[in-house]
């Protein structure tokens, strides 16, 4: 069962297009992440926001953003989508214990 | 910069086999370890974690993993596969302390042949 909830499950978006991802965690958990998996890979940190401020970025370019909201939710934004963009996109997040909770993911299909 | 090895991309086990999955990592200090699953479609679940203490660590769905630090190594084990554990099993390292940001490696393709 997780608490981690994002929406939508699956997407298809035109290259050159925006898209943004969102994401709800568990009540309490300041500390979200999120992560792209491309098929057959391990997911690849994008970044992580702490009480709403970036808190670490991973090597992605600046097209790729994020938001934290004061109610646990978060975005992530995808400017001038690219064919490799197409990816599972993961977010988790953390609460007191180290170790993360992952939401279910949204499927991006680039065209 | 700390990093994860999973050597294996493909394992095939008959149901009731037994199973270990290797995971080797690269990290200055002592890192904090990790098993994560994934089913088709779906997120990851947290299998077990180690931090400190007994380098033996019990997880959920009867796995287990052992840290030796000698080898760099924190292999995932289980002594009798079912069908169900077919999927992908992730390998992660993060730093003790700080900003905790875990680093995965590609993964393991468990297939369990009944």
């Known amino acids: 069962e997780t608490g981690v909830t994002q929406s939508p499950t699956h997407l298809i978006k035109t290259r050159g297009q925006q898209v943004t991802l969102r994401c709800s965690s568990q009540?309490?958990?300041?500390?979200v992440s999120w992560y792209q998996q491309a098929l057959g890979q391990g997911p690849q940190f994008i970044f992580q926001?702490?009480?709403?401020?970036?808190?670490g970025r991973g090597n992605f370019p600046p097209r790729f953003s994020g938001l934290q909201f004061p109610n646990y939710s978060s975005e992530l934004n995808v400017n001038a989508l690219e064919l490799d963009d197409s990816a599972l996109y993961l977010c988790?997040?953390?609460?007191?214990?180290?170790?993360?909770?992952f939401g279910s993911g949204t499927r991006l299909t680039v065209v | 910069a700390q990093s994860v090895t999973q050597p294996d991309i493909h394992i095939t086990v008959s149901e009731g086999a037994s199973l270990e999955l290797r995971c080797n990592y690269s990290?200055?200090?002592?890192?904090?370890l990790f098993w994560y699953v994934q089913s088709p479609g779906q997120g990851l679940q947290l299998l077990l974690k180690y931090f400190s203490g007994d380098t033996l660590v019990q997880g959920i769905k009867g796995f287990e993993a052992e840290f030796k630090r000698s080898q760099s190594s924190f292999n995932l084990r289980k002594p009798s596969v079912h069908w169900s554990d077919a999927a992908e099993y992730f390998c992660a390292v993060g730093p003790s302390g700080g900003s905790y940001i875990p680093t995965f490696g590609r993964g393991t393709s468990l297939i369990v042949h009944p």
């Open positions: 926001y702490y009480r709403e401020e970036e808190n």
């Open positions: 988790a997040s953390q609460g007191e214990s180290y170790g993360y909770t």
């Open positions: 009540s309490g958990h300041n500390t």
């Open positions: 990290y200055g200090a002592t890192p904090y």
